[in-house]
C-alpha cells in the first residue's frame, strides 16, 4: 500500500531563517505531489505540484520554492521566512490526473 | 476567485440525525468532486468522491449528491456520530488540470450525543 510521510511535524522558525519541509511517498511509482497551506482559519490552498522529477509549477506568487530531486521525494524550501509564511503545510500524492489526493500528516510551521 | 464555496462555516447536529454539508462551485470544466475529513493538525482524509456523469455515490453512512445544473454538490451523513465531528472540505478539479484540488474554506461539524 502507498504512504506518504513528511517532516518535521511542528517548528518554530525565527522571521528571516531558512525553511525546508521534506515529504516522501512510498509504494508508487511517479506520483503527481502537492503543497497544500492552510492558513489560520482558512481553506486548503494549493502552493506547489509536480507532474515529475524536476518538473515544479507554483500556484501563488510567495516566498517559497519547492524542488523534487527523486520520483517521490518533494521538498518546500525558503531562504528568509515571513511572519505571512506561517501555517499549516500538507504535503499530497495522487496517481496521475483525475484522481484522489492523499495527504501526508501536516507539518505547522510557526514563524516568530 | 473563489471557484469552490462552502457558506456555510459550521454546522451542529444531534446524534442519530442527518448531517447535510453542502458545496457550490462556479467552473463548469470540473469533472470529479471530493469530500475530505480533517481533524485539527492532521492531515485531511478522503471520504467520497463523485465523478460528473454520475448525480450519487453512496459509501456507508455517507452519500454525495451532485447537481450539475445547479453546481451544487452536498454530502449527507446518516446517521451522525460524535465522531464525525471534524471540519469537512469539498473539493474540486478536471481532468485537464494535472489532477491538483480546489479546496473550498471548510464547514466545521459538530455532532452532539
Known amino acids: 500500500s502507498q504512504t506518504i510521510h513528511q517532516w518535521p511535524a511542528t517548528l518554530v522558525q525565527p522571521v528571516g531563517s531558512p525553511l525546508s519541509l521534506e515529504c516522501t511517498v512510498e509504494g508508487t511509482s511517479n506520483p503527481n505531489l502537492y503543497w497544500y497551506r492552510q492558513a489560520a482559519g482558512r481553506g486548503l490552498q494549493l502552493l506547489f505540484y509536480s507532474v515529475g522529477i524536476g518538473q515544479i509549477s507554483s500556484e501563488v506568487p510567495q516566498n517559497l520554492s519547492a524542488s523534487r530531486p527523486q520520483d517521490r521525494q518533494f521538498i518546500l524550501s525558503s531562504k528568509k521566512l515571513l511572519l505571512s509564511d506561517s501555517g499549516f503545510y500538507l504535503c499530497?500524492?495522487?496517481?496521475?490526473?483525475?484522481?484522489?489526493?492523499?495527504f501526508g500528516e501536516g507539518s505547522w510551521l510557526t514563524v516568530v | 476567485d473563489q471557484q469552490v464555496k462552502q457558506n456555510s462555516p459550521s454546522l451542529s447536529v444531534q446524534e442519530g440525525r442527518i448531517s447535510i454539508l453542502n458545496c457550490d462551485y462556479t467552473n463548469s470544466m470540473f469533472d470529479y468532486f471530493l469530500w475530505y475529513k480533517k481533524y485539527p493538525a492532521e492531515g485531511p482524509t478522503f471520504l467520497i468522491s463523485i465523478s460528473s456523469i454520475k448525480d450519487k455515490n453512496e459509501d456507508g453512512r455517507f452519500t454525495v449528491f451532485l447537481n450539475k445544473s445547479a453546481k451544487h454538490l452536498s454530502l449527507h451523513i446518516v446517521p451522525s456520530q460524535p465522531g464525525d465531528s471534524a471540519v469537512y472540505f469539498c473539493a474540486a478539479s478536471y481532468s485537464g488540470n494535472t489532477g491538483k484540488l480546489i479546496f473550498g474554506q471548510g464547514t466545521t461539524l459538530q455532532v452532539k450525543p
Open positions: 499530497a500524492w495522487s496517481k496521475g490526473a483525475g484522481n484522489t489526493i492523499y
